[in-house]
């Protein structure tokens, strides 16, 4: 922001006293300046050469009456000799009136000041007029005392004009006043009423560290320059309603005692309320913010509305404080919302349309509701005391009205989808997720997992689709629900097939250790909510985990894990249980064609001897072995009765039928494998459909 030039100096630098006279016509030590050619100040001057000496006056000629105790009357003779004929209007060339005193009403209405008017270090013991006035050169007012206030109303600075220090005891009226140049009221006290409504600030503005003990408004007041008003304090109540700020705005560090009202203002450049203090209301419905909007380490003690603002860049809220209940919204940012570091003391409702908002470690000490519009959010380590819900809203906000938000910024996005972006380091104890999109959340480090809520549609993300060649043989995953942290696990492989997400620059990898817990405590949550297919998709997900982790499992788990992989995908492959089962079937028939099933029926002989003379005969009844055939092995009845054999094996039933030695270990391997197929097969299907 532009600095303000040095203070200008008057023509004379020096002050020289009057003459010391004990008369009551001429105080001793006067501090006013001597009229040129007198030995007194105006003020002292006999009437004789007062009159002659307003005489020879002319409108637009120099004056100096620095320190000049004026009365009324002095000083109306004074503007009268310098009264243009033509317009009517005084008029003055520079005009040196530092340290003066005013008695009474000053009448400056409508003079014109063609140089500088210095004004510095004066006291107006009334309310000095200055309405319609026109400071065409530099105007000085620092450290000038107003002590009934003052009145600038319409009044035209063309150049610098300042005030700094300067204090206004009465009213201090600036509305629709014109400042052309840099305008300084820094360190500037207002005790009363000031008023700088439809104001216009054509170059930068300063009211640093100026104080407001009253009623402020800068109400449709604009400032085409920059504007600050660091480290300002407002002890009444602050009106900016309608303001325009087409250059920066800085209120960094000021703080606000009153209520502030930001309604309807319109910021095109940056908005700046760094560590600002708002101790009461704070109001920015319908607010523009064209540019960046930083609120970081602000404090709201009280309400804040940021109903209907619009935010066309980013809306930075880091290390802010709320600490009474807020209802932040319904707000539309183009940017980023940054609530990273932030406090909310009391019950939150956030209603946001933005393209990001982020939440790293912000603390919630109540209930909060977020719901949002097209944004993606970050929660790491965000820490939330009581329930806390983040919902997506499929319709545009409605305001209290019935009016809907406008959503300009996202005119050619219609889909107003949410996603969490990190749900890292948080306790999910008391977070309930509602129609969110979770195929980009990192969970890992996520405390109490298993207790996340999740309501409506929750999307995660999924396996690549399609058949890939990987390492000599083709590769076909079956879709299931998938973490973002697995697909940056996977894509890092040396073997990785295409389709495996990589991780964003400067994300924490982590490997099939960290995420097999993960995997477990969100399957636990599906098993919660009774959703059961999708608790099935995350118990893939761990058991994948567990296989692949050559760290914290070990080696014979492993070959066990991948022969249940293998065999039915964890009991959850229905498919590929009864492949495998129907590849048995197939093989036992074939075996038992071959090798199980004799070559004829076997037959039974009786022998035995006849006791001479008759008697009792006894017969031995012997059997033949079966014998594996020779022939051909391969027809329609050995099919059919290897066909038999089989199935019984499937339900562990024997069929009684006759076999070889071979026939019955191959029957026997089958009644312990083909049971185990079918029932893999049956858990998978009950893991797919039951509630």
């Not at 097209?374 to 380590?381: L, Q, S, Y």
């Not at 906000?397 to 910024?409: A, I, K, N």
């Not at 083709?474 to 879709?479: A, E, I």
Request: aromatic share 12%; proline share 5%.
């Amino acid at each position: 922001m532009a600095q303000p030039s040095p203070e200008p100096s008057p023509t004379q630098p020096s002050w020289p006293h009057c003459g010391q006279d004990s008369s009551s016509e001429r105080p001793f030590g006067c501090p006013g300046i001597h009229v040129a050619g007198h030995t007194a100040c105006l003020a002292h001057l006999g009437d004789s050469d007062r009159s002659t000496y307003l005489a020879s006056l002319a409108p637009g000629a120099d004056i100096d009456h620095r320190g000049t105790p004026f009365t009324e009357l002095l000083l109306n003779a004074l503007v009268h000799a310098l009264r243009d004929p033509a317009t009517g209007h005084p008029r003055l060339g520079a005009a040196a009136f530092g340290s003066a005193t005013f008695e009474g009403r000053p009448e400056f209405g409508s003079a014109t000041f063609e140089s500088y008017a210095w004004f510095g270090s004066a006291t107006f013991e009334g309310r000095p007029e200055f309405g319609s006035a026109a400071f065409e050169g530099r105007a000085w007012f620092g450290s000038a005392t107003f002590e009934s206030g003052a009145d600038f109303g319409s009044a035209a600075f063309k150049d610098y004009a300042g005030f700094m220090s300067a204090t206004f005891e009465g009213y201090a009226g600036f509305e629709a006043a014109t400042f052309k140049g840099y305008a300084d009221f820094g360190s500037a006290t207002f005790k009363d009423d000031a008023d700088f409504g439809s104001a216009t600030f054509k170059g930068d503005t300063g009211f640093g560290s100026a104080t407001f003990k009253n009623y402020t408004r800068f109400g449709a007041a604009t400032f085409k320059g920059d504007a600050g008003f660091v480290c300002a304090t407002f002890e009444g109540d602050a009106a900016f309603q309608s303001a325009t700020f087409e250059g920066d705005a800085g209120f960094g560090l000021a703080t606000f005692k009153g209520g502030a009202g930001f309604e309807a203002a319109t910021f095109e450049s940056g908005a700046r309320f760094r560590a600002t203090t708002f101790k009461d209301y704070a109001g920015f419905r319908a607010t523009t913010f064209k540019d960046y909007a930083g609120f970081e380490a602000t404090t709201f003690k009280s309400d804040a509305d940021f109903g209907s603002a619009t935010f066309k860049s980013d809306a930075d809220f880091g290390s802010a404080t709320f600490k009474r209940a807020l209802s932040l919204g319904p707000l539309v940012c183009a940017g980023r919302v940054t609530l990273s570091g932030a406090v909310f003391g009391g019950p939150v409702t956030l209603a946001i349309a933005a393209r990001r908002l982020e939440c790293r470690r912000t603390r919630w000490s109540s209930t909060a509701e977020v719901r949002l519009r097209h944004a993606t959010v970050d929660f790491a380590r965000a820490v939330f005391e009581y329930p806390l819900t983040i919902a997506a809203e499929p319709d545009p906000f409605v305001l209290s009205d019935g009016r809907q938000v406008t959503e300009e910024p996202f005119t050619g996005s219609p889909d107003p989808a949410v996603h969490i972006a990190s749900l890292r380091g948080v306790d999910a104890a008391h977070l309930v997720l509602a129609d969110v999109g979770l195929a980009e959340c990192l969970f890992t480090g996520t405390v109490h997992l298993d207790q996340l809520r999740l309501e409506g549609t929750c999307s995660f993300d999924t396996v690549p689709s399609g058949t890939h060649w990987q390492s000599g043989h083709l590769v076909r995953f079956t879709q299931r629900r998938t973490l973002a942290e697995e697909h940056h696990w996977r894509a890092s492989q040396p073997t990785a097939i295409p389709g495996w997400h990589v991780p964003v620059c400067g994300a924490v990898q982590v490997g099939p250790a960290q995420l097999a817990p993960v995997y477990r405590a969100l399957r636990k949550a599906f098993e919660d909510s009774k959703n059961e297919p999708g608790a099935a998709d995350f118990y893939y997900g761990e058991m994948e985990m567990r296989r692949h982790d050559r760290t914290g499992t070990i080696r014979a788990e492993r070959g066990l894990l991948y022969g249940y992989w293998l065999l039915s995908g964890y009991g959850l492959r229905a498919s590929r249980a009864l492949g495998w089962l129907a590849a048995a079937m197939l093989a036992t028939i074939v075996l038992l064609m071959v090798f199980g099933l004799p070559k004829d029926g076997t037959k039974q002989e009786a022998t035995g001897t006849v006791p001479p003379g008759g008697g009792r005969v006894t017969f031995e009844i012997g059997k033949d072995d079966p014998r594996t055939p020779t022939g051909h092995r391969f027809t329609g009845e050995r099919f059919d009765k290897a066909l038999n054999v089989t199935l019984n094996s499937v339900v562990f039933r024997s069929a009684d039928q006759e076999l070889t030695t071979a026939g019955t270990y191959i029957e026997m391997t089958s009644r312990l494998a083909e049971p185990v197929l079918l029932a893999f097969a049956v858990l998978a299907v009950r893991n797919r459909v039951k509630r």
